[in-house]
């Protein structure tokens, strides 16, 4: 299981205006059936310092910022529903089965870890449960 200390960034919770604010988040792209926002962006952390990565946030109903995720796991292990999956290792979910990236790959350059992958997101039941679970606030589960 990730943690914090694992990743070269200080991972930022994901904004609230995401969905809204378009200048800062516009949709960039979609990857998987979703809409990516911000996707080759530049964006900074939690400690002003730019990501290492621009993936931007990924899903609408369901939005997780590969930016900040640490692939820790935990949001697919109390998801109800089922509907994330790993991005490097589709297919998969939960914590322990995400691919390990590592570092001086191409794929580390790329991603540096993981990430959690909203697939099914339409079937998202608003428990909020992925997002009282992320550690690091990367997830935002919204109606609109």
Known sequence: MATKEDVDFD???IDDNVLTDEKNYPVTGEEDGLKVR???????DNSNKPYPTKLGIHGTTVAVDWDGCIADGSCMDVCPVSLFEWKLNPGNS???????????TPEYDQY????TNPVRESECIFCMAC?????????KVTSA
């Open 112 to 115: 540096r870890t993981d990430k």
């Open 38 to 44: 911000a996707g080759g962006m530049q964006r900074l």
């Open 94 to 104: 939960g914590t322990g089965n995400d691919k390990k990236v590592e570092k001086g």
């Open 11 to 13: 991972s930022k919770p």
């Open 131 to 139: 997002v009282t679970a992320c550690p690091v606030t990367a997830i």
